[in-house]
């Protein structure tokens, strides 16, 4: 007898009568212990929100570097402004290689004559000059220690008694600006130029004709008859016991400046006969002194450069070196000897140039070449006027008229 019961059918869903057939509901398959839900996320989007992670980090890293491009640009402007203000606040303090001095031109205007500075930006082209010509120009450095090179021939040298100025005089006649000694003085034609400017200038200021000049160029036979008629007063002496005994007097020969035919000496001669030494007139020496570099002209050897020339206070010599160069030496207070020295030390072609302006419109840049070797490439500007002297020592000095 079989107990078991009667399979049982399978109960069909019955029908609502107002709705659909409903599933039997069945329980979710268990998820594992530990792992807890998460949402489904359909790949595109997934997709679209790393894009947008994406241009987010980029634009992230643009505005950084932004940021860091503006402070370098900041830190920049402010950098340049500071070193303006250190280059400006360097400018108006004075140092040993850069110095400020006030200059006057012909016209007695005030000007600014300054120190070393760096050189223009000009076009430069190279000339030859054999090593021997730095013992011509109007800086050659000439005495005790330094023998003057005489050359071949003399073409410049010009007849000073003939070529004076004439002026008129307050009765309506004209005569000659100044005296001469004799008529067989002579001078280069460029400082007789400017000695008549000034002696013409001195004329105007004082209406008078006294000043004489009593030496200007000597030839080595000059200088001999010269030194001779010294050597006179001392029979007995040696040859070097002389030479020591008229180092104040007179230059031994060859070792003269005025072999250059630039230097001129100057006393006073009355128009009734009565010389004079030119420091025995104090107003007349103060004005040649104070006026004379306006002209190009320098007192060669003042009392206090004594020691650096080798030459007593000499109150009656007076040397042509070209209007800038006496422009700077007499407003700093240096003597020929200085002067080079400052040039040879502190300036160069492809270097630092000293640079001296002049009120009205003048303005010159030095600057010095050494000479090396057999010949000399001296570097000079293409598109400015320039002369070339040489110092008599090691070098040449080169002037350059701006404008």
Known sequence: ?????????????????????????????????????????????????????????????????????????????LATAIGTLVDRTASD??????????????????????????????????????????????????????????????????????????VTLEDGTKTRAYK???????????ALDALNHMLEAFYNEYKVTDLLVTWAYRSLKDQEDLYALYVKDYPGYSDAQIKQLLLDQVDTPGYSEHHLGTCVDLKLYTDSGVTYALDENPGYLSWLTENCWKYGFILRYPTEKAAVTGI??????????????????????????????????????????????????????????????????????????????GDNQSGFIVTVTMD
């Open 180 to 190: 001469v000694r004799n008529s067989n003085q002579s001078l280069d034609r460029t």
């Open 93 to 166: 303090k004075p140092d040993k290689g850069k110095t400020t001095t006030v200059a006057t031109d012909v016209t007695g205007d005030s000007s600014t004559s300054t120190g070393t500075s760096a050189p223009s930006a000009m076009a430069m082209t190279t000339v030859q000059m054999a090593k021997e010509e730095i013992s011509t120009g109007m800086l050659q450095l000439v005495g005790p220690e330094h023998p003057y090179v005489f050359p071949a021939s003399i073409s410049n040298i010009v007849n000073l008694f003939d070529n004076r100025p004439y």
């Open 1 to 77: 007898m079989n107990h078991n019961p009667p399979p049982r059918r399978p109960q069909t869903p019955q029908r609502r009568p107002d709705g659909p057939t409903r599933r039997p509901t069945t329980s979710a398959a268990p998820r594992s212990q530990g792992n807890p839900a998460r949402p489904l996320i359909h790949p595109a989007r997934a997709a679209r929100r790393r894009r947008q992670r994406s241009v987010i980090m980029s634009i992230f890293v643009v505005i950084i570097l932004l940021i860091c491009l503006l402070i370098g640009l900041i830190f920049s402007e």
């Open 312 to 389: 007593s206070y000499d109150p009656h010599h007076f040397r042509f070196v070209e209007v800038p160069h006496a422009y700077y030496m007499m407003s700093n207070g240096l003597c020929l000897e200085e002067y080079l020295e400052e040039l040879r030390e502190t300036t160069a072609a492809d270097g630092d140039h000293l640079k001296i302006e002049v009120d009205g419109g003048a303005s010159y840049e030095v600057y010095y070449v050494k000479a090396n070797g057999g010949t000399v490439d001296i570097p000079v500007p293409t598109d400015y006027p320039y002369t070339v002297s």
